[in-house]
């Protein structure tokens, strides 16, 4: 799940982007209106974290040509119910919130999210929940990392298609992500590990990864 925090207090913003990555979230940050308002329109977000009071673009703004433009995210204001609502945002967070309750309501918000797949994700043998940040295989429960989770999950919502290394670094890291690094293959590595034999996983030359039925 990939989500965008818009916090002009910089210590804030920074806290709550690193607490959601701890939880498995690839996540940017914008300090200002006009910065959030560029990453919406090159980047494809699940959920963004707005406050209100952004400089330059103000979060209301951004809010309406959200509706209005109808782009596929899902609004969380950490704010007044009526103020946060009435300018069409899917959920509220009066402040100050406890990190918990947010992280829930992210999480939350991206199964709300319009064409947004079953809850559990299965692929042979495998499960996934999102919610309940858990995968099994055959019944047996497999202990993975944030960052691993994140990877299965974009591979599994992919289903048979290929995922490039790019884009499980978009999806399970941010933008500060080394695409020349060998995390993902390393992160690969251990995910395989984990989820055992028969494998799942599959390297496609040139291409990136893809999930297929054991043979």
């Not at 939350?108 to 809850?119: F, H, V």
């Not at 940040?133 to 990877?151: H, Q, S, Y």
């Not at 590990?193 to 990136?208: F, L, N």
Request: aromatic share 6%.
């Amino acid at each position: 799940m990939k989500v965008l925090v818009a916090e002009d207090v910089r210590r804030l913003a920074d806290d709550i982007a690193e607490g959601l990555r701890d939880q498995g979230f690839a996540v940017d940050v914008a300090y200002d209106g006009a910065a959030a308002t560029a990453r919406l329109a090159v980047n494809a977000y699940d959920v963004l974290v707005l406050d209100r009071d952004l400089p330059g673009v103000h979060g209301d703004t951004i809010c309406r040509r959200i509706a209005a433009e109808e782009i596929p995210v899902m609004v969380l204001m950490p704010d007044e119910r009526v103020a946060g609502l009435s300018l069409g945002a899917d959920d509220y967070l009066a402040k100050p919130f406890h990190f918990p309750e947010l992280v829930l309501r992210v999480r939350a918000l991206a199964r709300r999210k319009p064409l947004a797949q079953a809850r559990v994700l299965r692929f042979a043998d495998l499960a996934l929940d999102p919610l309940q940040r858990t995968v099994t295989r055959a019944g047996r429960t497999c202990d993975l990392t944030p960052k691993e989770f994140a990877v299965l999950e974009t591979l599994l919502r992919a289903g048979s298609n290929v995922v490039s290394a790019e884009q499980l670094l978009e999806h399970a890291w941010d933008e500060h992500a080394d695409p020349f690094t060998r995390t993902v293959s390393v992160t690969i590595s251990r995910l395989r590990r984990k989820i055992g034999d028969p494998p799942v996983i599959e390297t496609i030359a040139g291409a990136g990864y893809r999930l297929a039925p054991p043979r």
